[in-house]
């Protein structure tokens, strides 16, 4: 009897009107209690807080007294992060060319990239709203029973975005002070150690500065960048899981339907309908909202892993240590891409099969009722949508086949890459033949 009052609960759509500027937002009622995100989901308050410390809350509800500090914060952030990596692309062009080298300069860049697109995108969703029209209509279908029964995950969650946040902080920190005893000239012995700690051994990118120890303020810059890096993946995890956990309970709800006294099983199967119609429009907010976000993260994310494990498998008859120190970069890449990758997969198996979950309902096929099958038929056109999930700026839906073939194309590059590499090593060897006359 619970399950047949959830199903019949979506009653009405999400009002939308049209703002100023001409964009769409959710028009709030006076009943409507769960619009703020407060009350929708506190666990999101905890977005809310980080970007009010880290200074980069741009919500649209904002004056712009308020946004002053956010705003110079930012702009100082980009313009120092550009600075820097302007500079690692001159020496990439007016330096000796070594392979190793280059591979870690490029990590550099690709990483700054990522962390400057992530803090550009996580001030244009604040700004157009889209946060709290993607909440609204999250809830719409099933009041957030999915997410509520998925909660123990989205806390999870949550731990692991605060961790994160604090490894970036000791990361560039340390890179920050370590970065000024390096004007001391140190001895060999704490050299060696500073090469441990810091894995990119280029001691040039020291003097991006005319004063050496104004580094620390493309440490700075860096620091604020990479937590916005790191809050976009959050938002971008979170927000998928939760549609996710939405679409698991939909699923529960369609595989136990079943004819009784209060309610026809038409009417139930009607009912699923309007919930799927509700659900679809979801997830295509969710795609409208990160569909770019994805394409440019994952198609610099690519060659960033490339790069670190051609820094290790490079490095592999060197001593130890250095295998060590590129091991967490490697993690580092790695993680970002099952961030990406990962959750909408997940939520892209969840649509698929729910078609299957619901053909196997043998309670809304036999006995065979016309009504109930013209019903029951319907709904199967509606679930029979391929294409329905995140997607890589249209190009593709993220897709556990699409991350297979990801790998596979990556480990063949990466092959070539070494052999090319190894046969630079034979040929500039003092043993090579060709070197006798």
């Known amino acids: 009897m619970e399950e047949d009052e959830e199903m019949r609960t979506p009653k009405k759509a999400p009002i939308v009107e049209l703002d100023s500027?001409?964009?769409?937002?959710?028009?709030r009622e006076d009943n409507d209690d769960t619009f703020s995100i407060e009350m929708v989901d506190t666990i999101f308050t905890h977005i809310l807080t980080l970007l009010t410390i880290i200074q980069a809350n741009f919500d649209r509800k904002r004056s712009w007294s308020q946004l002053f500090f956010p705003v110079v914060i930012m702009s100082f952030s980009l313009g120092m992060s550009a600075y820097f990596?302007?500079?690692?692309?001159?020496?990439?062009m007016t330096e000796p060319i070594d392979a190793s080298n280059i591979s870690s300069q490029l990590l550099l860049v690709t990483w700054i990239i990522q962390a400057g697109v992530s803090t550009i995108c996580v001030i244009g969703w604040q700004r157009k709203g889209t946060w709290r029209q993607f909440l609204k209509c999250l809830y719409e279908p099933l009041k957030g029973k999915g997410i509520t029964n998925g909660?123990?995950?989205?806390?999870?969650?949550?731990?692991?975005?605060?961790?994160?946040?604090?490894?970036?902080?000791?990361?560039?920190?340390?890179y920050a002070i370590l970065g000024q005893l390096e004007i001391i000239d140190l001895p060999t012995s704490l050299r060696y150690v500073y090469y441990i700690l810091y894995f990119i051994l280029i001691f040039d990118l020291f003097k991006a500065l005319y004063y050496p120890r104004?580094?620390?303020?493309?440490?700075?810059?860096?620091?604020?960048l990479f937590l916005?890096?790191?809050l976009a993946l959050f938002v971008y995890v979170f927000f998928t899981h939760a549609l996710y956990f939405e679409i698991r309970e939909f699923n529960l709800l369609i595989a136990k339907l079943r004819e009784d006294e209060s309610e026809t099983l038409t009417d139930k199967i009607e009912n699923a309908i309007t919930i799927?119609?509700?659900?679809?429009?979801?997830?295509r907010a969710l795609d409208?909202?990160?569909?770019?976000?994805?394409?440019?993260?994952?198609?610099?994310?690519?060659?960033?892993?490339?790069?670190?494990?051609?820094?290790?498998?490079?490095?592999?008859?060197?001593?130890?240590?250095e295998i060590v120190m590129i091991i967490p970069v490697i993690l580092f890449c790695v993680v970002g891409f099952l961030s990406l990758t990962a959750a909408p997969a997940k939520l892209h198996d969840a649509l698929y099969d729910t078609r299957a979950i619901f053909c196997s309902n043998r309670y809304v096929w036999l006995p065979f009722r016309s009504e109930v099958?013209?019903?029951?038929?319907a709904l199967c056109c509606h679930l029979d949508q391929a294409n329905l999930s995140i997607s890589i700026w249209g190009f593709a839906v993220v897709s556990r086949p699409l991350i297979l073939t990801t790998f596979s194309v990556m480990a063949t590059f990466l092959a070539l890459l070494l052999q090319f590499n190894d046969c630079r090593t034979i040929a500039n060897s003092p043993y090579n033949s060709t070197s006798f006359p």
């Open 85 to 92: 990596m302007g500079y690692i692309v001159f020496q990439l």
């Open 151 to 174: 909660r123990r995950k989205l806390r999870r969650i949550v731990i692991h975005f605060y961790l994160t946040a604090i490894v970036i902080i000791l990361y560039c920190g340390s």
């Open 228 to 230: 916005c890096w790191n």
């Open 288 to 321: 409208d909202i990160f569909k770019r976000y994805a394409f440019l993260m994952l198609s610099t994310n690519l060659p960033t892993t490339l790069f670190a494990f051609f820094l290790l498998f490079s490095r592999r008859h060197h001593p130890w240590t």
């Open 276 to 283: 799927h119609i509700m659900n679809a429009k979801t997830v």
């Open 373 to 377: 099958y013209q019903a029951a038929v």
């Open 21 to 27: 500027e001409g964009n769409e937002y959710l028009k």
């Open 214 to 224: 104004l580094q620390i303020l493309i440490q700075i810059g860096n620091l604020y």
